[in-house]
Structure formats: structure tokens, C-alpha cells
């Protein structure tokens, strides 16, 4: 499975569709979550343009999810900080869930979005939680600035916790964020243990900057299958046989 988490400031431009071409072809994406498209949807003509099947738009339009011709995807929840998905295909082997996520710059707003991901049932099935959550989750992840919010901080440890989450790591720039002054982890990924049972090879790389102040997120999710090791059994009639101690002996 590989996707595409990006805050791509504007999707209008020839560069940036450019960018996301080149990506979508260079890792093969099943999916693409961008925020801040800052342009009106144009459904199929853009999803044609960028390679994909099909896409739709959150209730703000301020996120956008697009999938490929081997995924089935339905939309479950329409939130205004948050698309959540349930995609199937035959390529993997479970279907999962997956909310894309454009967090509200203001604490007090990024509550709704927190009590509304503590609502999303999932069971036991896969989940992957990724996009821009508009806050760090500890001081190391800001340089330059005042310090971070610990109120905010915690509003986010606690969902995170609430809702059986972890960080899914990366590698790359320990930065998604930038501006002159000021580098923040405002992006990142987070999934289940459901998740790491089904997909126990996940990866996450922070993208170079291009056309944007944040990095993309491309997730590549491999299943690694363990073969076991064979059983021996022993045959009771084996000890019937003329040679069976001298074979035992030998070895």
C-alpha cells in the first residue's frame, strides 16, 4: 500500500500538479490526501489529470482524497478538520480505514477535531490517521519561536492516547513546516496496532520541500509474510523397521 499525505498550499498551479504527476508515478500511490487546495473542485477532470480514478471533497474543501483504479473507496465521515475512508482492494490483505486530516490553527477550534476522531469506530480493522494536525506534540518538534502551547500539547497527547494511537515515525527532516523564522512537526502519521499487525513494514518519509511550506507524507505499508518452520513428527512404525537404531545411532 502506498499513499500520499500532503498540505499542498494550492493544487491550481502547473508546478505543483506537476510534482504530484511525478510522485504519483515515481511510488505507484493508491491514494492521495492533499489540504489547502484553494480552488473549487472540479472532481474527475482533476482526478483524470492526476492520474487517478476518483476524488471528493471534504465539506469545507479544504481537503481533498483521491484514489486509484485498484481501490474502492467510501466515505464515512465528512467533517470540517477531517475525511474519514474506508478503502478496499485486492492488492492488500485486509481493507482499512483512513482519515485524512487539516487540523484549525486555534487550540480551542482543534477540539472539535479531537472529540471527533475519539467518535470514529473502527473495531479491530487497520486505521491510519495522517495529515496537518497544526500542532507539535512535544517542545523538540519546534525550532525558532516561542515556546509551544502545553495545553495544546496535551489536547493532542490525550487524543492520540484516547483513540489507541501511535506515531508512526519517518525518516528525513525531523521538520514538516517552514518559515523564516520557524520549523514545527506540524504533519505526521499515526496508526493502530491493528494496523502494524496487518501492515508490519510502514514507512514514513518527509518529502523535500517543493511548491509548498510543508513537507509531504508518503507512506509505503508492506505485509511481510513469515513462513514457518516445519514440524517434525515422528511415526510410530518407524521403530519396526529392521535399520531404525542403527539410524539413530549414526546420528
Not at 511525478?22 to 484553494?38: S, T
Not at 477550534?109 to 495529515?131: C, H, K, M, Q, Y
Not at 497544526?134 to 495545553?151: D, K
Request: with cysteine; aromatic share 12%.
Amino acid at each position: 500500500m502506498k499513499g500520499l499525505f500532503w498540505n499542498v498550499r494550492g493544487i491550481g498551479n502547473d508546478p505543483t500538479q506537476r510534482v504530484l504527476n511525478r510522485v504519483r508515478k515515481q511510488h505507484h500511490l493508491d491514494f492521495l490526501a492533499i489540504m489547502e487546495p484553494m480552488i473549487s473542485l472540479e472532481g474527475r477532470f482533476m482526478a483524470r489529470r492526476l492520474g487517478f480514478k476518483e476524488v471528493v471533497s471534504n465539506c469545507v474543501n479544504q481537503i481533498w482524497f483521491f484514489w486509484g483504479p485498484e481501490v474502492q473507496c467510501r466515505v464515512l465521515i465528512d467533517h470540517e478538520q477531517f475525511l474519514h475512508l474506508h478503502l478496499e482492494s485486492n492488492k492488500w490483505p485486509k481493507p482499512f480505514f483512513v482519515t485524512a486530516i487539516y487540523a484549525k490553527c486555534d487550540m480551542v477550534e482543534r477540539r472539535d477535531l479531537w472529540a471527533g476522531l475519539r467518535l470514529v469506530s473502527v473495531g479491530s480493522s487497520p486505521w491510519i490517521v495522517g495529515g496537518d494536525f497544526n500542532t507539535v506534540l512535544c517542545p523538540e518538534e519546534r525550532s525558532g519561536g516561542a515556546a509551544p502551547s502545553g495545553i495544546a500539547m496535551s489536547d493532542f497527547h490525550d487524543m492520540i492516547a484516547d483513540c489507541a494511537l501511535t506515531d508512526a515515525g519517518y525518516t528525513g527532516s525531523p521538520y514538516t513546516w517552514y518559515s523564516r523564522w520557524l520549523r514545527q512537526r506540524l504533519d505526521r502519521v499515526l496508526v493502530t496496532d491493528s494496523w502494524m499487525d496487518v501492515f508490519s513494514k510502514t514507512q514514513v518519509t518527509h518529502l523535500e520541500l517543493s511548491k509548498s511550506d510543508h513537507r509531504g507524507l508518503l507512506v509505503v505499508a508492506e505485509t511481510i509474510v513469515t513462513q514457518k518452520a516445519s514440524s517434525f513428527r515422528f511415526q510410530h512404525m518407524w521403530i519396526t523397521h529392521p535399520g531404525f537404531l542403527e539410524v539413530v545411532r549414526r546420528n
